[in-house]
Structure formats: C-alpha cells, structure tokens
C-alpha cells in the first residue's frame, strides 16, 4: 500500500499555549568544593593521571540514587560545582540527612584504599556535607537558544529534567487499554547519562511455549512461562535548522529473565526492583523502579551487587541489607515477579543469555496506539509534531539486474506456475552473468582463488553451490573437489580450494581454562594469529597462486564461553598477515528443516564479493539535477578503546570513494599517500593501535581535520557529494552536531565556519543520522483511526519548517519478517478471521527514520534531489532488503569489522551512549 504521509512519534510545543513552567527542588555542589573533591579524587594518583583530570565523576553516586533514591533526577555524569547548575531534582524535599549520607558515601568511594581514609575524612570535615540542603526554583521547561545556523539548543539540564516530567504526567493517567484489557505503566529510574526518561508496564505479560526438548522437560516440565514489559522512552531532542525542540516517544519491549541468570563474565545484569518500603532507613517510599545491578566478581567467585561489598557505596548507607542476596536473585530471579519479601522484581534480559520466548519489537499499529495514549497525558502543553510527506522526486533507482516474475498462487494453472518458474530461472542465470562482470571488474584481470576453511562437508558444499549459482559458473567447471573447485568463465577464472579448519578453529586458551583479561588474552590472539597466517602462507605456496579471500565456517560467539575465547579477532588477524580478506558463516545443520544454511552461505558468498571491491552501484533516476562524474566520497572513524575485547585503542580515520569509471571501491587512511583499492584498505586496518600522539580528544580533531581538508581539497576540480555519520564522527567533528550545523557553511577541527565554495565549487555534503539511542524518532504510515503501516520512500517536512534542508528515508518491510503490522504483544487484538489473537513469540521490525541533512545547497528544492539520490542509494541490487545507509556510507561503515587493534607484528611464537557533550550542545 502507498502512503503519502507518515507520522513521526515525536511531539512539538503548542505555540498558542504559552510558557511551561514548573516549581522543582533543586540542589548543587558549592562551588567552594570543587578544589577540595578533585585533590580528594587525584590522591595517590600518579601525576600522569592527576594531570589528565579536569573533572570528578559522579557515575557512581547517581547509580546509588538510582537504587536507593529512584525519585530523585540526576542530570550530569560529572560533578558541577556551581549553584548556577544544580546536579539534583525532587518534585519534594527529599531528607537532606539522608543525601547527606549518599554524598559520604561518594567521597569514600573516590578513596575506598585502607591509605585514603585519612584524606577522606579531612575532606568530607571540609566540606562540612551536612549543611547541603535544597533550593526552590522555577524551571522554564522549553528554554532554550537559537544556535547559528537556526537549530534550537535547549537548555542542557533538560534533556534529563523535562523527559523525567513528562514521563510522570504518562504514568498518571489511567492505564492504556485496547481489546477491553488493561496494560498499566510505572516510572523507572534511569541512568544520568541516558538522556530521557523511562516508563515500564507492570505487572509484566506472560506468554507460554511447549517444552519439546527431553532434557529442557526433565528442569522445566511441559510448560515455560516467559514475562516480559513495554517500555516507553521519552527524550528531548532537536532537528537541524528547525527553531522547535522534539519530545520523542519511542516504545519496544523490555524481556524478563526465565529462571537462572545466564552470567557472561563479568558483565552486569540489571535487576529492577519496586519496594514498598524504601531500601534505606529513614528514606522516602519511591514511587517508581529502582534499577540496581549485579555481577559475578572474581576476587570473592561469587555473585554481587555493584557497590554491594563489604567496602561498597550500598553496604555504606546500610541498603545491602534490605536487597535481595544478589546470588539468590541471580537464582531465581522469577520468584520476584509477583513479589517475595516486600519487593517485585526481574532480571533484565539480554541476547547474549540464550534463546528467549518472546520476540522483541513492536508492530506499527499497536506502536501507534501506545503512542498516542502516551501523547495524550502531555496536552495541551505539547501536540503531535506534523505529518512527514512523500518527496513527488522519482522514487527508484534504475535496475542494473532483471526483476523476477511473480509465480502465481491463486487460481494458476500448473502451466502458468511452471511457465513464472522456467522464467525466473532464466532471470537467475542472465543476473549472475552481469554479476561475475562486475566482480571481474573489481578484481581488474585477476583471478578470483579463495580459500574455504570448513568444519563440515554440509557447510563446503553449500558455499560451493553458493559460488557457482552467483556467477553463473556451472557450465564452466574444470575441477570438482575434493579439494579444488575450479571454472574457467570467459571474463573470469574462479578456483575455491577447501581445507578443513582444525585447530584453528579452536576455543583460545587451553583445554583447561580459558585465557584470563589482559596480557593472556593478548598472547593467545598472537598464537592463533601466527597459526592461520603461517597455515595460508604454506598454502599458497604449495598453490603457487595467490588467495585474495579465505571463507571460514565459525562456530558463532555464543558457542565461546567466556569471549576470551572466541578465535574469530585472531583468525581475521591472521588472514590479512597472509594479505587476505575473510568472510565468516556459522555451521547448519542438515537435519534441521529450519535450517536456513544456503540462505546464509549465499550471504556471505556475497559478502566476500564486497569486500573485493565488487558493488552494483544503485543507478540514479533523478535526471540532471545529479552531474556526470559524481564522486562520492564518505568519510567514517574506525576506533576502539583500550578496555575492548583485544586490549588495545585505536583511532583510524577512513575515506571512502566512488569514482565514476574506476572499476572498483577505493579508500585511504591519512597514512596513505594515493586511493588504494577496497580490500588493501581493509587490510591495511587490522592491526593498527592507536598511536600516543592520537591520545586526546584534540590530537584527534585535529587529525580528522586535518584528513577531511586534505582529501576534499584534492578533489575540488570535481562534482563531489560528501556524505558523513552523525554519531561514528561528531565527538571529533563538533560541525556535525546539530547546534553546529550552517546550511552553507562548514566547519573543521575547532577552526572558524567557512563557505563551503571555498572548497570547491561543485562540493556538496550530507549528514546521516539513524535512530540509534533514539536520536530520530519512531514512525508508521497512518491507515484509519488506530491502525498503521510501512512505507518506504523519501520524506520531507512541512508546515513549520518549509524551507529545511531536512529529510528522512525509510525502507520497506524486511523480506525475512512477514508479520501483520497489525499483530499485538501488549493485548489481544481482533483478527480478519474474527478471533482474538495475541503474537507475543514473534519478532517485530519497522524499518528506521534515517534522517538527511543537506549542506551546501540554494535552496531546500534544489536539496530534496540530492536527498532523493542519496535514498536510493540504499537500493543496492546485490542485497537482499534496502540497506541501512546510502551505500556509500554502509561501505565506509564497514571498515570497523577491520578494526582490530593488536600489535604490529604477528607473535612469532606459535566493550554509544549518546555523547554528552552533544546532547548538551546540540540535543541530536
């Protein structure tokens, strides 16, 4: 179905209804503490670290609140020293005795050491903490500035403070209600640094599977009840160039823990907890969720509450006692559901536990209702932000492979089916021909010899069949294995030849344990690494032709428990010491009818042709608004920190481009001195560590501008669309934030905003953004009064904003998920066939809002072609659904698979959130 509007989830202020103000308690650090806590928090540090420290952190208190004192609004992850900016919020007057003992608790926790007691407690006399107490003011709830380029920038403390409002007006009204059943919601605490509020409903649903396993019947019996809540998430947020702040009201499904905690390491699992009583003594009774976590600590080797120790922040205000035992509750978290010892609770679910019964997400009909329920408690304050309506811009790009023909189901003679199939196969055989031309092209007269690393002969054969299906090779073969698969095509030559994986393929470690954090993990990637390159070398020597690719069948990272041993990072490290790109694919299994192998084989089949620099580049249908010779040219930061899986940081600025007539992707890294084809870049990234002179924030927007000038500079001559990603690039390219954005103007590194023809004339750019941490908001395509759709199309603003330069792409539904936008998870709904009918074990999906923000353009007209291009750049034909960002900017995006810092040289011995400072500066 077409529709020519959609509807975001987000709401605007009413501009009739005036000002919207409200009397809160508020509360902040004396300005005259700020030297006192930062010697307290430097004490003992060496004096590298002391000099690195600007601020104290205040994570770990408002993580207290947030357990103790859920009522209570943190606003800043770091301690402001000044009455002007108050850190704290209370609809009442909280006992100040009481935050008196949480702010003790704090300082301790900056020198929990045995040796910084003493300095501790001449610290905590300082600052005399017992005369903190609260202050009234009158909090404008939409204040806010205009920024340069027009976008509105909020007021920093409300990102926190109005979502936390709003979100308690949602929870008072009576509960949402469809189908005649009832689904109430309450206020969770949140995280200081999540930029939002949060509503949950409570008492969670249940849906119950059969229980077909033998083993999984012996623990569970024939039944297993699975629980979980909706969640609705409000947040401040901003639109570029637009004057009018944006309420977002997103919603998705938060899964329950079914019997014992899966534990993971040492990673957290948060716990939430509604208490009657409040968990320290003389403290408020909370009205919402309590959010606190526990995890497996290996100095005691057993299961904790964070800051639950002896020594820790909760045991120090006397709540430990009042909590569940963490090691009980990791038990059986499930027996806290419908309460047990005066307190309601669950366990937070996470991929990464296993299988779960219900399906994640919600459809667009029943996201619709929730949302609109959500967005009446907010009246008249705020109203629904307008409609986004269809761009009249040619929607399609232009085909490069033949659509196939519909095979009839209905009232289809046998001929007629067998007549759609014989075509289709003809459609299949005349594609993959145009495909081997393209890779043959990317692979400049080379031949394409990879190498299959295999667990089983299933898996082999699949790929095999996958490679001559893509190409259509199967009139060409010379050789059929066993260990050898060879076809000699006229424009190219393919050779697969098939080795098993082995030890290679092994858990790292030994058979007794796994490779302990830090330097063991470390030496243990060198081990594997130097194995498999040392393995491929022999190989290709034995060969006495060059592998350009090895494909491997991997066991998936659910399979490595603990990650440490996952050999994926050192099998790839591996691979490019050899000067090979790698492609992985999970074992099937054969006896399984669900079994979806040749599906993902063929997957990564193609995925290996991409990393060769083989792209059917979407053809544009915009006409000449779009010159000849268009480059484009993406820019994308490959980093990882220190405290990630490999141990080491790294920062690695990438330019990605497509040049018409070159025969392949090509990239650059500020370290090369020309473009160099796709997979040498791919290459040329593992490995890389961050360099000590890339080791602060500004050495790194300095390097990033530095790159960015550089690589526009040289292509000035030339018609050039560049395109960026808000959040992999702003933190080291503030223009890209919201409040940063010029329409005409562009600004690099912390230097002065210039016009843009001053680097080139025929230079344009474009800014994605996506949804991530709700950074654009949810959407449907309205239908009637209640129900709602999916539309793919390039939408643009109205109304308020006429001449923005702003828009937003959305992408049909994907072919893998078949589910009715009308199906349910909260309550019954009433089918076509007039049943009731409820789908909580399903996946729901809705395709994202990906906003566009073009720069560089006269007028919004003469940017709605260039947006519509840059839409259709997400058709390409070698994918099976719409991708997640114009092409251009996937490829780029890609690169971070490459990313993986270790050390230079192979051992010749065989873990975003929202940036603060963005969402202060520019509320993105």
Same mark, same amino acid.
């Given at each position: ?25 508020t ?6 503490? =700020? ?26 208190l408002?993580a ?11 606003v ?20 100040? =005795? ?45 204040e ?11 007021a920093?403390?409300l ?58 019947r ?8 699975w ?13 570029p ?19 014992q ?17 409040p ?13 606190a976590?526990f995890?497996?600590?290996?100095r005691t ?12 922040m909760? #045991?120090?205000v ?13 038990k059986?978290?499930?027996t806290?559901?419908?309460?047990r ?6 366990a ?8 779960h ?20 408690a907010?009246?008249p ?16 790009p ?10 009839p ?11 759609a199939v ?15 031309e ?5 692979? %400049?007269?080379? %031949? ?33 294995g ?12 393919v ?27 470390? %030496? ?9 390159? #040392? ?6 020597a034995?060969?006495g ?7 491997? @069948? ?8 603990p ?22 694919f ?11 192998? @040749?599906? =993902?084989?063929a ?7 991409? *990393? ?27 980093k ?15 330019a ?18 020309e ?17 000590? %002179? ?16 550089n690589?526009?500079?040289a292509?000035?001559?030339t018609?050039?669309l560049?395109?960026?990603?808000? *959040?992999?690039?702003?933190? =080291?390219?503030?223009w ?28 344009h ?26 539309s ?15 828009f ?30 409820i ?26 072609h260039?947006?519509m ?11 099976r ?11 780029a ?32």
């Amino acid at each position: 179905m077409v529709f020519n509007e959609i509807q975001p989830a987000a709401l605007i202020p009413d501009p009739d209804n005036g000002p919207y103000e409200l009397d809160l308690h508020t509360l902040a650090f004396p300005a005259a503490w =700020r030297d006192p806590v930062l010697d307290l928090y430097k004490f003992g540090k060496s004096d590298a670290k002391q000099a690195k420290i600007k601020e104290v952190p205040i994570k770990s208190l408002n993580a207290l609140i947030r357990t103790v004192a859920p009522d209570l609004v943190t606003v800043d992850a770091n301690a402001s020293f000044d009455a002007t900016q108050p850190w704290l919020y209370s609809r009442t007057d909280y006992p100040p =005795r009481i935050l008196a003992r949480l702010v003790h608790a704090w300082l301790r926790n900056l020198q929990p050491t045995p040796e910084g007691f003493q300095r501790f407690r001449e610290t905590a006399r300082m600052l005399d903490v017992d005369s903190l107490c609260w202050q009234s003011e009158t909090v404008d709830l939409l204040e806010h500035e205009l920024s340069p380029g027009g976008t509105c920038v909020p007021a920093s403390r409300l990102y926190r403070v109005l979502p936390e409002i709003l979100a308690d007006r949602i929870a008072a009204q009576p509960a949402y209600e469809f189908c005649g059943e009832h689904v109430k919601f309450h206020r969770v605490a949140v995280d200081a640094r999540a930029n939002g509020a949060e509503l949950m409903s409570w008492p969670p649903l249940k849906h119950t599977t059969k229980v077909t396993d033998k083993d999984a019947r012996n623990r569970y019996g024939s039944h297993r009840d699975w629980r979980y809540s909706a969640v609705i998430s409000v947040s401040l947020r901003t639109v570029p160039f637009s004057p009018n702040p944006r309420i977002y009201l997103s919603t998705r499904i938060r899964r329950w823990v079914a019997g014992q905690v899966s534990m993971s390491g040492t990673q957290r699992v948060s716990a939430y907890l509604l208490t009657k009583e409040p968990f320290i003594e003389d403290g408020q009774q909370p009205g919402r969720f309590a959010v606190a976590q526990f995890a497996w600590n290996p100095r005691t080797r057993q299961i904790e509450w964070v800051q639950g120790g002896p020594e820790g922040m909760l #045991a120090r205000v006397g709540a430990i006692d009042n909590l569940p035992a963490a090691d009980v509750f990791a038990k059986e978290p499930d027996t806290w559901i419908d309460e047990r010892d005066g307190i309601q609770g669950a366990a937070s679910y996470h991929t990464m536990m296993g299988w779960h019964g219900v399906g994640a997400g919600l459809m667009p009909a029943e996201r619709r209702r929730l949302t609109e329920w959500a967005a009446a408690a907010l009246e008249p304050e705020l109203i629904p932000a307008p409609a986004l309506v269809r761009s009249k811009v040619k929607q399609n790009p232009a085909k490069l492979l033949t659509p196939k023909v519909p095979v009839p189901k209905q009232n289809a003679t046998d001929d007629e089916i067998e007549q759609a199939v014989a075509t289709n196969r003809l459609i299949d055989f005349d594609n993959s021909v145009r495909r081997r031309e393209y890779a043959a092209l990317a692979l %400049d007269d080379r %031949d394409l010899t990879a190498v299959l690393l295999y667990q089983s002969s299933h898996m082999r054969n699949q790929l095999i069949q996958a490679a001559e299906a893509s190409l259509g090779l199967a009139d060409y073969r010379e050789a059929a294995g066993p260990d050898v698969w060879s076809w000699n095509a006229p424009d190219l030559r393919v050779r697969i030849h098939a080795r098993e994986l082995g030890a290679l393929g092994a858990p790292l470690g030994t058979s007794e344990r796994a490779p302990r954090k830090g330097q063991e993990h470390i %030496d243990a990637i060198g081990h594997r690494r130097s194995a498999v390159a #040392a393995h491929l070398r022999t190989l290709a020597a034995e060969l006495g032709e060059a592998t350009v690719i090895t494909f491997v @069948e991997l066991d998936g990272r659910d399979k490595f428990k603990p990650r440490t041993t996952d050999p994926k990072f050192a099998v790839r490290l591996g691979c490019a010491d050899a000067g090979m790109v790698s492609q992985f694919f999970t074992p099937g299994n054969p006896n399984d009818p669900d079994d979806d192998a @040749e599906f =993902r084989v063929a997957a990564a089949w193609a995925d290996g042709l991409r *990393q060769l620099g083989m792209r059917l580049i979407p053809e544009h249908t915009v006409g000449d608004k779009i010159p000849d010779g268009l480059n484009q040219l993406a820019f994308w930061i490959v980093k990882r920190q220190a405290t990630g899986e490999t141990h080491r940081p790294q920062f690695t600025p990438v330019a990605v481009l497509i040049r018409p007539g070159q025969k392949c992707i090509l990239g650059r890294t500020p370290e090369m001195t020309e473009w160099v084809p796709y997979p040498q870049l791919l290459i040329a990234l593992t490995g890389q560590v961050r360099p000590q %002179d890339l080791s602060t924030a500004d050495q790194q927007t300095k390097a990033v501008a530095a790159f960015v000038q550089n690589t526009i500079y040289a292509m000035r001559g030339t018609p050039t669309l560049v395109v960026t990603h808000a *959040q992999n690039t702003r933190n =080291r390219w503030p223009w890209l934030t919201n409040s940063g954005l010029i329409a005409d103007r562009i600004k690099l590194g912390n230097g002065p905003a210039q016009r843009i023809r001053l680097f080139g004339s025929n230079l344009h750019i474009a800014r994605i953004a996506t949804n991530d941490r709700d950074e654009t908001p949810q959407w449907w395509a309205p239908k009637n009064d209640e129900s709602g759709g999916i539309s793919k199309g390039l939408w643009k603003l109205t109304n308020i904003d006429k001449n923005s330069h702003v828009f937003y792409s959305t992408s049909d539904k994907s072919g893998t998920h078949t589910l009715s936008v009308e199906a349910t998870k909260l309550t019954h709904r009433i089918n076509p066939k007039g049943k009731e009918e409820i789908r909580p074990d399903k996946n729901a999906w809705n395709p994202e809002l990906l906003e566009i923000t073009m720069i560089g353009f006269s007028d919004a007209a003469e940017a709605e072609h260039w947006a519509m291009f840059l839409h259709q750049q997400r058709s390409a034909e070698d994918y099976r659904d719409a991708l997640a960002l114009p092409l251009i900017q996937h490829i780029a995006e890609l690169t971070s698979q490459y990313g993986l810092p270790h050390d230079d040289e192979p051992d010749d011995t065989p873990d975003t959130q929202p940036d603060q400072a963005e969402a202060t500066a520019a509320g993105s």
